[in-house]
């Protein structure tokens, strides 16, 4: 949280951030995740997350990339994911063919 507060003293307009959610209670990161939101409805500043948490990322996307190690397998729409999310496994490389 010191670290995101940190970054946005410099009022950036990208802001990246890596598996902010790791090792937060859940309901830090409901608290994290409204923070976020609203930082970013109160400035022209976009983000680019990297989360492995979903639940997380769809929450606060608007469009979503995966990648399988190291090549992009899916993008598109946050909303389109939200409803197959059933797909994510195969997405993800999880599932063999």
């Known amino acids: 949280m010191l670290a995101i507060a940190r970054a946005l003293l410099g009022n950036p307009r990208l802001l990246l951030m890596d598996e902010p959610s790791e090792g937060l209670a859940p309901v830090v990161v409901e608290q994290m ?22 639940d997380v990322a769809l929450d606060l996307a608007d469009r979503y990339v995966i990648m399988d190690r190291g090549r992009v397998v899916a993008r598109g729409a946050a909303e389109d994911l939200k409803r197959r999310q059933d797909e994510l496994p195969n997405m993800m490389g999880l599932v063999s063919d």
């Open 33 to 54: 995740v409204e923070a976020i939101r609203a930082v970013v409805s109160e400035r022209s500043m976009a983000i680019l997350l990297v989360e492995q948490r979903v």
